[in-house]
């Protein structure tokens, strides 16, 4: 059963850089897109980005200029770095597999919130 | 962007009555070459991650109990619990993977009357 784990600090300083990795356990981490989605306490969901291994990544237009994925197979992580980080950037971090190489998210970590604040 | 609209924003049922969930894409997402609408809809629970129950607009996942309905096609979509249980108190997404962004609608919360 493939399990997802988001990892890193759960607070960040205003204008640093966000860094989360998603480790993959159970299944290969090869064949599948990975998202990175987002969500605010009490709204709704915002796609951040995703990769598919070996290809190029895909970023939400809104974000495009501070974000960037990668993906380290021999450790089967899916890293995201978000910089110049805000308030607004404060959210519960998901990350997620794309069922069947598709783009449905099939499989969700739990989480992780990082805050944003001085 | 395609933007994705949910309605209701919130709706309250009485156990066992049928729940109806719509969501219309700005534009369409049915790929002509593979006849395949690219939505799906996931459930939140409080304090957990969502949960896929419907992709392909109609396909339930593995595990879904067969009372979660998705139908439609284009850009009108619909969500259907056909028989409301306890269980099944949450915030329904629908979301589109036609295209990048992907987007999702703003969410739908179902509670019991």
């Known amino acids: 059963q493939v399990q997802l784990q988001e990892s890193g600090p759960g607070l960040v300083k205003p204008s640093e850089t966000l860094s989360l990795t998603c480790t993959v356990s159970?299944?290969?981490?090869?064949?599948?897109?990975w998202s990175w989605i987002r969500q605010p306490a009490g709204k709704g969901l915002e796609w951040i980005g995703r990769?598919?291994?070996?290809?190029?990544?895909n970023y939400n237009p809104s974000l495009k200029s501070r974000v960037s994925m990668s993906v380290d197979t021999s450790k089967k992580q899916v890293s995201l770095t978000l910089t110049s980080v805000t308030a607004a950037d404060t959210a519960v971090y998901y990350c997620?597999?794309?069922?069947?190489?598709?783009?449905?998210?099939?499989?969700w970590g739990q989480g992780i919130l990082v805050t944003v604040s001085s | 962007d395609i933007v994705m609209t949910q309605s209701p924003d919130s709706l309250a049922m009485s156990l066992g009555e049928r729940a109806t969930i719509t969501c219309k894409s700005s534009?369409?997402?049915?790929?002509?070459?593979?006849?395949?609408?690219?939505l799906a809809w996931y459930q939140q629970k409080p304090g957990q991650p969502p949960k896929l129950l419907i992709y392909?607009?109609?396909t339930r996942e593995s595990g879904v109990p067969d009372r979660f309905i998705g139908s439609g096609s284009g850009t009108d979509f619909t969500l259907t619990i056909s028989s409301l249980q306890a269980e099944d108190v949450a915030v329904y997404y629908c979301?589109?993977?036609?295209?990048?962004?992907?987007?999702f609608g703003g969410g739908t919360k179902v509670e019991i009357k």
């Open positions: 997620t597999r794309g069922g069947g190489g598709y783009d449905y998210s099939d499989r």
């Open positions: 159970g299944d290969s981490i090869t064949s599948y897109y």
């Open positions: 990769m598919y291994n070996g290809g190029s990544p």
């Open positions: 534009q369409n997402v049915l790929y002509d070459s593979t006849n395949r609408n690219y």
């Open positions: 392909w607009a109609s």
């Open positions: 979301q589109q993977y036609y295209s990048v962004p992907l987007t």
